[in-house]
T-cell receptor, first 110, second 109 residues
Framework: DAGITQSPRYKITETGRQVTLMCHQTWSHSYMFWYRQDLGHGLRLIYYSAAADITDKGEVPDGYVVSRSKTENFPLTLESATRSQTSVYFC?????????FGPGTRLTVT | TQLLEQSPQFLSIQEGENLTVYCNSSSVFSSLQWYRQEPGEGPVLLVTVVTGGEVKKLKRLTFQFGDARKDSSLHITAAQPGDTGLYLCAGDDDYKLSFGAGTTVTVRA
C-alpha cells in the first residue's frame, strides 16, 4: 500500500533551470494539491486539481506549472527556477475534506 | 485566502505537563482539521471537527471546535516526548485547506 509518493526527495538545481517534481497516489483520489512550506508561512497552496485535466491556481501559483493527464499523477514544474523557490514541497490527495500528504521534496535553488 | 492564526508559535514543556494550542480565524469554516508534522515528513491528519461546539478526544488529545466555527483548540494532557512536533490547524474552504503557520511543541523528558 504505497499511498502517496513524491520524487525526488531532495533536489539541488541552479537558477534558471527547469525542474519537475513528481507526485503519485494509489488511492484514485479525485483531488490533488501542491503546497510549499517555508518557515513562518506554514503551508501555502500552489495549485490543485479536482480531477484529471482540471487544474486551478492556489495562493502562490506564479512561476509554477502543473498538469494532470492521469488521475494518479500530478507533476509540478518550475519553468525557470529562482532562489525564492527554495522550499519544501508537499503533494497531497483527498477524496473528501481530509487530505493525505506525501513525504515532501526539499528543493534548493542555487 | 482565509487567515488562520495559531498561538503560541513555540511551546516547550516538561514531560507530564498539560498544554493547549489555539487556532483562530475571523472566517467561518465548514470543518477544521488538525495535523501533526515531524521533521522530514509530511503532515499527518489527527482529527476533523465539523459541528460548532464539537469536542473530540483522541487518547490524551482533546480537540474543540468553537460554537461559531471560527476557532479551535488542541489540549494535550500529561504530554510525553512522543508528542513533540509541529501542530497545524487547517480550515476547509470548498475542498481547499487554509493552514495556520503552526505551533512547534517540544516535550522535554
Amino acid at each position: 500500500d504505497a499511498g502517496i509518493t513524491q520524487s525526488p526527495r531532495y533536489k539541488i538545481t541552479e537558477t534558471g533551470r527547469q525542474v519537475t517534481l513528481m507526485c503519485h497516489q494509489t488511492w484514485s483520489h479525485s483531488y490533488m494539491f501542491w503546497y510549499r512550506q517555508d518557515l513562518g508561512h506554514g503551508l501555502r497552496l500552489i495549485y490543485y486539481s479536482a480531477a484529471a485535466d482540471i487544474t486551478d491556481k492556489g495562493e502562490v501559483p506564479d512561476g509554477y506549472v502543473v498538469s494532470r493527464s492521469k488521475t494518479e499523477n500530478f507533476p509540478l514544474t518550475l519553468e525557470s527556477a529562482t532562489r525564492s523557490q527554495t522550499s519544501v514541497y508537499f503533494c497531497a490527495s483527498s477524496q473528501g475534506v481530509e487530505q493525505y500528504f506525501g513525504p515532501g521534496t526539499r528543493l534548493t535553488v542555487t | 485566502t482565509q487567515l488562520l492564526e495559531q498561538s503560541p508559535q513555540f511551546l516547550s514543556i516538561q514531560e507530564g505537563e498539560n498544554l493547549t494550542v489555539y487556532c483562530n480565524s475571523s472566517s467561518v469554516f465548514s470543518s477544521l482539521q488538525w495535523y501533526r508534522q515531524e521533521p522530514g515528513e509530511g503532515p499527518v491528519l489527527l482529527v476533523t471537527v465539523v459541528t460548532g461546539g464539537e469536542v473530540k478526544k483522541l487518547k490524551r488529545l482533546t480537540f474543540q471546535f468553537g460554537d461559531a466555527r471560527k476557532d479551535s483548540s488542541l489540549h494535550i494532557t500529561a504530554a510525553q516526548p512522543g508528542d513533540t512536533g509541529l501542530y497545524l490547524c487547517a480550515g476547509d474552504d470548498d475542498y481547499k485547506l487554509s493552514f495556520g503557520a503552526g505551533t512547534t511543541v517540544t516535550v522535554r523528558a
